[in-house]
């Protein structure tokens, strides 16, 4: 005669919990801000694609080989950077002939920075200061 012992791990497996509500963010930003943000500031973390947004804001549009010479750095580096920010549609290409010329999408940067500002505003104008150091919407 045997005798069946139950094993209660097997039973937590098979039993059905429940499923929890999406959470707001701890940071109380709308999930996709957050999401949104997260993605910029990582590709912004990284020294090549910040100094390349640098000399964009700066010059306006740039040639591929323009910018690898200023950065001192290979075309397929330079242009693996340029594919990230492009994709994350952080900058935008126009193609003349051969040659594609990189500039800011400065309405995805507008809006993302627009509304979080709006979220973590205090100030009737849309005003965020930080010790000291005001910045204002133009």
Known sequence: M???????ATLAVNSVAPVAAPQ?????????LEKDLVQVFKLLADETRL??????????EL????????????????SHHLALLRVSGVIEVRRDGK????????SRLQYLFEDLFNVISKDANGAVNFSGLKI???
């Not at 750095?73 to 330079?78: E, I, K, R, T, W």
């Open 2 to 8: 045997s005798t069946i012992v139950e094993n209660p």
């Open 24 to 32: 707001q963010p701890m940071t109380g930003l709308p999930t996709d």
């Open 51 to 60: 100094r390349i947004l640098a000399y964009l804001f700066r010059e306006g």
């Open 63 to 78: 040639h591929v080989s323009a910018l690898c010479e200023r950065l001192q750095q290979s075309q397929p580096a330079v």
């Open 99 to 106: 040659h594609n010329f990189y500039s800011i999408k400065t």
């Open 136 to 138: 204002t919407r133009g």
